[in-house]
Structure formats: C-alpha cells, structure tokens
Nanobody, 117 residues
Framework: VQLQASGGGLVQAGGSLRISCLVS????????MGWFRQAPGKEREFVAAIRWSSGSTYYADSVKDRFTVSRDNAKNTVYLEMNSLKPEDTAVYYC???????????WGQGTLVTVSS
C-alpha cells in the first residue's frame, strides 16, 4: 500500500487543523493506523493510533483531549483532527500502517504542520 498524508500548513496557536492520510493501492485490511510526528532536532514520536476494525483509539499524553484520530473505511482514509494547537506541536506529521499487529511497516511521506505563537 501507499500512504499519502496531506492537509498540513501554518496555523496560529489555539487554532485547529485536520490532516488526512489516504491509503491507496488496495483496501486497507490491516490492524491499525498511526500518526507520528518529528519536530526539528527531535526524534520521531507517537501521536495517535486507531484500530481499523474496532475504531479503538490511542493517544500520546501530550495530545490527549486536543487531538482526535478517526477513519473512513469507505474512503480508505485516516484523519487527525488537531485542536488547541501549540507551538510545540510544530512538526512533520507522518501516517503509518501496521498490517499484522506487530509494527508499523508502511509509512507516508509526511506533512508539515507549523504552529505560530
């Protein structure tokens, strides 16, 4: 499968943004989809994940209650709705697919989110 993230941009602190990840190549029937981010000079970190079959969601503590991950099975797309954005949320956001429940084995190219203070 190919993963294509989109929707990044520049937003002011306190604002909102929704980024998307289109899964193409074949209908996704894997275990889960995740969002990760990498800020300049920092390591990539987990942001959120969603189990594809059940819709169960998981979040990093730093984004809990501000970000919401969701999926549209018919569109083969995963979304990350980001609210109350902070400058420290500035990063390249990557979507990833875990097909077997073991590790994330497919990665998208990333979309840049910049939050200005």
């Amino acid at each position: 499968v190919q993963l294509q993230a989109s929707g990044g941009g520049l937003v002011q602190a306190g604002g909102s943004l929704r980024i998307s990840c289109l899964v193409s190549g074949r209908t996704f029937r894997g275990y889960r989809m995740g969002w990760f981010r990498q800020a300049p000079g920092k390591e990539r970190e987990f942001v959120a994940a969603i189990r594809w079959s059940s819709g169960s969601t998981y979040y990093a503590d730093s984004v809990k209650d501000r970000f919401t991950v969701s999926r549209d099975n018919a569109k083969n797309t995963v979304y990350l709705e980001m609210n109350s954005l902070k400058p420290e949320d500035t990063a390249v956001y990557y979507c990833a697919a875990d097909h077997n429940g073991l590790w994330y084995d497919s990665w998208g190219q990333g979309t840049l989110v910049t939050v200005s203070s």
